[in-house]
């Protein structure tokens, strides 16, 4: 199966704490043809990974 360049989608992961953010990251990285976007500090230890 071929991979389309037009489809896109947006996958966030919400973590307590950065470690855990950085974690989740790699294993995104390491399990699919993913792009790192960035990540923002929401408030109260929680980090979301885009």
Do not use: H, W
């Not at 966030?12 to 989740?24: N, S």
Request: hydrophobic share 60%; proline share 0%.
């Amino acid at each position: 199966m071929a991979i389309r360049d037009d489809m896109v989608a947006l996958g966030m992961v919400e973590t307590r704490g950065i470690v855990g953010a950085i974690e989740a990251a790699d294993a995104m990285v390491k399990a699919a043809n993913v792009t790192l976007i960035g990540k923002v500090k929401v408030g109260g230890a929680l980090v979301t990974v885009m």
